[in-house]
Nanobody, 124 residues
Framework: QVQLVESGGGAVQAGGSLRLSCAVS????????MGWFRQAPGPEREFVAA????????AYGNSMNGRFTISRDNAKSTVYLQMNSLKPEDTAVYYC?????????????????WGEGTLVTVSS
C-alpha cells in the first residue's frame, strides 16, 4: 500500500502563488511516477502534471500554460506542485497521485493510488 498526504492548499488572490506538497509513505517512492490532478465541482477529474521516477520527464495539462511546475525530492519521498499566476478557474480540490510504475505512457491514466485532496481557492 501507498499512503499519500497532501498539504499546502488554501485561499489566495488571483495572481498569487501556492506550493502543494505530497508526502508519500508505504512503499519505495522511486518505484512510482507521481502526478497531480484537480477536480472542480462536477464529474471530471482533470490532469494537472506528472513526473517520472527520476524527475527527468514531466508532463502538464493544457490548462496550465507554463504556470505550474511539478518536482520531486526522492530523499524526502515528497512531490511538489508550484503554482504561479493563479486564476479563479484554478479553484479546485487538488489530488496527489501515484502511478503504477516509475514512468507513464499517458499521464491521464495508470494511477494506482490517490491522496485525500487539498482545496485551493483563488479569488478574483
Amino acid at each position: 500500500q501507498v499512503q499519500l498526504v497532501e498539504s499546502g492548499g488554501g485561499a489566495v488572490q488571483a495572481g498569487g502563488s501556492l506550493r502543494l506538497s505530497c508526502a508519500v509513505s508505504g512503499r519505495t517512492f522511486r518505484s512510482h511516477a507521481m502526478g497531480w490532478f484537480r477536480q472542480a465541482p462536477g464529474p471530471e477529474r482533470e490532469f494537472v502534471a506528472a513526473i517520472n521516477w527520476s524527475g527527468g520527464r514531466t508532463a502538464y495539462g493544457n490548462s496550465m500554460n507554463g504556470r505550474f511546475t511539478i518536482s520531486r525530492d526522492n530523499a524526502k519521498s515528497t512531490v511538489y506542485l508550484q503554482m504561479n499566476s493563479l486564476k479563479p478557474e484554478d479553484t479546485a480540490v487538488y489530488y496527489c497521485a501515484a502511478y503504477s510504475s516509475g514512468s507513464y505512457y499517458d499521464p491521464r491514466r495508470g494511477v494506482n493510488y490517490w491522496g485525500e485532496g487539498t482545496l485551493v481557492t483563488v479569488s478574483s
